[in-house]
């Protein structure tokens, strides 16, 4: 009797073991199928992506105090631009302007305390700093997976709800208002730009929104590290690393406001409104913002910030070398050589040279006399 029960055992366990033992080779396996493999069966994940996950846990804190997203608005009557910055839980910037322009055209004027997304914004973030450190101390491979799906969902909610303000905030228009253009929205671009009237409008991340992209980017590589399915998520272990640090990198070299190449006869100074035709001449203003002024004289750049001296916070100013114009030097490296038989396009009659032994080879050549910057007011 107790052959037989001992046979009856082994028929009825006998495929449910040799179920089992084929789900082990399979997960062994590194060509097998994504659902049995070994980082399915493995419900920790790595140190790596906990310490992946820590970091995005720190970037979304220090995204709840600094601003979140920034809409730029630039026209002709402000050089500098007007800005307008989105944190967790204010909108701040140049708020008493835009609202005073708004008012002619019949847009709402905007004031943090109307808007409820502000109330818990600051405590949704939280959150999610919460449930991510959660997620590295507990190190389980689903809270990871939960973690980031709630993370992208929220993502899509925020761009949803933002898009719904930004269309309200630009159709509904006061029908008494002063200025009423027919058939005429103010609705500003999501992300990107879009010309308004006479107002160039940039809607962009700001530090914040770069934190919070940077803390998703952290917790998507995490699951890609966790999700080596086949050899090839594990050699893209490396590759995901060298990812990151080139994203670290990038964010860092966006900050750096560079030159940009003047092209002749196609661009316009910004001060006479002239087309630039010689490159010898050329010079450039770059703000603190990153916007750019192009002008086609020194002459006309001094009389430029003098004008706007109030509202232009100059960052870098940039000198073309007379002997290699396409090459834009900083002011405070040139060497300048002002007056004698210089002509230059609006009579400002000044010169820039990156090198001081050409400068003084035409100091000679042209009757002419050095000038610092000082003396240039720049």
């Known amino acids: 009797m107790f052959q037989f ?25 590194p060509h097998a199928p994504f659902f049995y493999s070994s980082c399915f069966m493995n419900k920790k994940i790595s140190r790596s992506s906990r310490i992946l996950l820590g970091v995005a846990a720190i970037l979304l804190l220090v995204s709840i105090f600094t601003p979140i997203w920034r809409i730029e608005l630039d026209a002709p009557q402000y050089p500098e631009g007007l800005c307008l910055k989105i944190y967790a839980d204010k909108i701040s910037g140049d708020l008493e302007i835009i609202n005073g322009l708004n008012h002619y055209i019949g847009m709402k004027t905007l004031h943090t305390k109307d808007f409820i997304e502000f109330s818990i914004l600051t405590y949704v973030i939280s959150f999610y700093v919460l449930i991510t450190l959660v997620a590295a101390i507990i190190g389980s491979k689903k809270l990871l997976v939960l973690v980031f799906s709630l993370f992208v969902f929220f993502g899509i909610i925020a761009l949803i709800d933002f898009w719904r303000w930004e269309y309200n905030y630009g159709h509904d228009l006061n029908p008494n208002a002063a200025i009423i253009v027919p058939g005429m929205a103010y609705q500003p671009p999501l992300i990107g730009f879009k010309q308004l009237l006479n107002f160039g409008a940039y809607s962009v991340p700001d530090i914040g929104g770069w934190l919070f992209i940077s803390s998703g980017i952290l917790m998507l590589i995490a699951n890609f590290l966790e999700a080596r399915a086949t050899l090839v998520f594990k050699k893209l272990k490396k590759l995901s690393l060298i ?8 964010e860092s070299s966006c900050s750096e406001n560079l030159p940009q190449h003047i092209k002749v006869n196609l661009d316009n100074c910004d001060y006479c409104n002239m087309m630039i035709t010689d490159l010898r001449f050329t010079c ?5 913002k990153g ?37 834009l ?50």
């Open 5 to 29: 029960n001992l046979a009856l055992v082994q028929i009825c366990l006998k495929p449910k073991l040799n179920n089992l033992l084929n789900k082990r080779e399979l997960s062994e396996n």
């Open 243 to 250: 990812f990151l640090v080139g994203i670290l990198i990038g």
């Open 284 to 288: 450039e203003v770059i703000t603190s």
């Open 291 to 327: 916007k750019v002024y192009m002008f086609d004289d020194l002459g006309c750049l001094v009389k430029f910030k003098k004008e706007n001296h109030e509202k232009l916070n100059t960052e870098n100013i940039y000198i073309s070398d007379f002997l290699r114009p396409y090459k």
């Open 329 to 378: 030097t900083k002011a405070s490296l040139v060497f300048f050589v002002s007056g004698g038989k210089i002509q230059s396009p609006m009579r400002g009659n000044t010169i820039g040279f990156s090198s001081k032994d050409s400068a003084l080879i035409y100091l000679n050549s042209m009757n002419a006399k050095s000038v610092s910057l000082n003396n240039l007011n720049l």
